[in-house]
């Protein structure tokens, strides 16, 4: 299927230091509400970004009707972490995910982030699929790691070998 052509990609913030808006915050927080069944609040989102001990950006996938899908990522020094890859179920399968994930390789790669980190139910085959199709391997099994089902988790990982 190809890709929606009506949806862009924002970075939140666009430049370090720049403050989030409001509106993007409760964007953010609205796709966590529709995806997931135990999604970040956006006092956790607001917080993530203040934390000085970690870089963080979000990309915002939006379209003509507004945003319907984002992807979270934090990094430390030479190695980043994705904390969620989410679609609006009405939006998925139209590679928004894989433009989502584009982004946060290409912005690994400017940081010379050279290990990229990420944690998937183990029951989650479409992100399975995606990542593995990205190069992401399994790195190990984080035992009873989600609740709400109680389920375990793949410990997966991208080495990145060239920067931008």
Known sequence: ??????????????????????????????IESACFSSPWKESSFRDSLKNRNTVWRFFLAKDKNGAVGYGGVYSVIDEAFI??????????????????????????????????????RISNDAAISLYRKFGFTVDGISKNHYFAPTEDAYLMSLTITDTL
């Open 83 to 120: 904390t969620n890859i989410a679609v609006m179920p009405e939006f998925r399968r139209r590679k928004i995910a894989s433009l989502l994930l584009e982004c946060i390789i290409s912005y690994c790669k400017r940081y010379a982030v050279k290990r990229l980190m990420l944690e998937v």
């Open 1 to 30: 299927m190809e890709a929606n052509k009506d949806v862009k990609i924002f970075s939140l913030p666009e430049y370090d230091g720049e403050e989030v808006s409001d509106e993007d915050i409760r964007a953010l927080a609205n």
